[in-house]
């Protein structure tokens, strides 16, 4: 690869990580922010639900912007907007400015996201590089979790929003060193008609985003069966950093390959089957685990076809494109997440939503797997 080359994927993976950190910043010190802003942990939660709402406003527009300005400018005011929003939570402890600060935030982070996985394409990216790319969204938000918990000591209730600020402060300074990229004529085509985009919605949703929703709802699942909850932790975090290997190897896999597209998918969701199955399942924790374990992996394969097909089908608008196809994952871990959690009121104290996510996958597969004529 060439150098500029290299500096384009490392500015995407700095703006990837860097504008998904805000993701979970506030979760990892939801006792300390709920101490200091004198309301409940629910509430503390709002916070996060304040910026996936803006996050997934921010999709398609983002896309947008970055076919007609260019992914790379569209990275800057993405972590400028990160950066205005941790600011401005660091100003008070107060409930109120921190849920319009994360409105700001949820901006950066949705348009910050998009920009980076076109970047990746618009800059000669391989299909690896795309799966490394989703890997970085991934990690940003782990990085969060293991972080902002050490730093609570020294800089209390500020800890979120001053690590926040960093990593955007971080990224621009990674993305500066790279080189712009291309501009597209904007596209008035309606994404929503698109068929073929809808079906890598379906398939996005129904992977990532199941297995976020289930990621969710593993801890008090496994809690209700007696398990500690750091144990319980361990197991639910499968269901998510798995995927930080399989995503760059799922690309890996499809390089020079299209047609290893189609198996990929059936196996990816094969696997989500089996592991949201085992989990509805009163079994021994090695099996539970290694249910979270297959799950994870399974989630992550199919990111870098979803996206690489998604920017594939539409070279007139391929940053709008992937803000549609992220949206159907985003939407269905923002309906989703309540409703499995509702299933912990019914017999089996959450067994049922699990088994009921697994008969989900089943239900999409016909429209979520590609024709092999694709």
Known sequence: MRRTDTRAAVAALALGAGVTWNIANVGAAADTLSAAYGISLAAVGLLTTALFLTHLAAQIPGGRAADRWGARRVGFVALACCAVGNGLALLAPDPWLAGVARLVTGIGSGAGFVAGAEYVRARGGTAFLQGLYGASTMGGGGLAIAVVPLLVGELGWRAPYWTGLAAALVAALVLLAARPDERHAPSRARLVADRRLGRLGVLHA?????????????????????????????????????????????????????????????????????????????????????????????????????????????????????????????????????????????????????????????????????????
């Open 206 to 374: 129904s992977t990532f985003g199941l297995s976020v929703v289930a990621a969710n709802w593993v801890v008090p699942l496994l809690e209700r069966e007696g398990y500690a909850r750091g144990v319980a932790g361990l197991v639910g975090a499968l269901l998510l950093m798995a995927g930080i290997l399989s995503r760059p190897v799922g690309g890996a896999l499809l390089r020079g390959h299209p047609e290893r597209g189609r198996p990929e998918v059936l196996a990816s969701l094969a696997g989500l089957v089996v592991a949201l199955a085992l989990l509805a399942l009163p079994l021994p924790l090695v099996l539970l685990g290694l249910g979270a374990l297959v799950g994870g992996l399974a989630a992550g394969a199919p990111f870098a076809y979803v996206f690489t097909e998604a920017q594939r089908i539409r070279p007139d608008a391929p940053g709008a494109a992937i803000g549609f196809v992220n949206s159907w994952a985003i939407v269905a871990v923002v309906l989703g997440t309540p409703l499995l959690g509702l299933t912990f009121s019914l017999p089996g104290d959450g067994r049922l939503g699990f088994a009921l996510a697994a008969a989900a996958v089943l239900a999409v597969a016909p429209v979520a797997v590609p024709r092999r004529t694709e």
